[in-house]
């Protein structure tokens, strides 16, 4: 893995948290973006050289409202950036982590995404991601 991508962040209201993350980081959001197929809304940030991705639910039974019902907001994962994210998908699954998605799939941001369980990772729900080429 090269580096932290970003780190998610689940939230109650979008417009909210962006107005508090603006304050916290003293930067706008630069992008909101909508993912339908994982019912939830984003949006980015960047601080120096690091990307903090809030997420808001779209869904009542999406994986941020489970999230949001369960432990409320707070931190949600941390998103690893990887060159070849097939191959990272087969050397973790041969290391014993559950990974959600066999097959990436499109995420926010140009990227394709997958995800290793938080049970085989120490709680921590963790994202792979790989840049879309143009
Ligand atoms: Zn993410």
């Given at each position: ?72 907001e ?41 995800f ?19």
């Amino acid at each position: 893995m090269n580096k932290i991508e970003h780190i998610g962040i689940a939230v109650q209201n979008l417009e909210t948290s962006n107005l508090l993350f603006e304050k916290l980081l003293g930067v706008p959001h630069y992008k909101i973006e909508e993912v339908a197929s994982e019912g939830v809304r984003t949006s980015f940030f960047r601080a120096g050289p690091n990307k903090i991705e809030l997420l808001e639910t779209t869904s009542e039974n999406g994986p941020i409202a489970k999230f949001l019902a369960k432990k409320g907001e707070g931190v949600h994962h941390i998103a690893f950036a990887v060159d070849d994210i097939v191959a990272e998908i087969d050397r973790l699954k041969s290391e014993g982590f559950l990974v959600l998605n066999d097959e990436p799939k499109k995420g926010a941001d140009n990227k394709l995404v997958a995800f290793l369980h938080p049970k085989t990772s120490n709680g921590v729900l963790v994202e792979l991601c790989q840049e879309i080429e143009e």
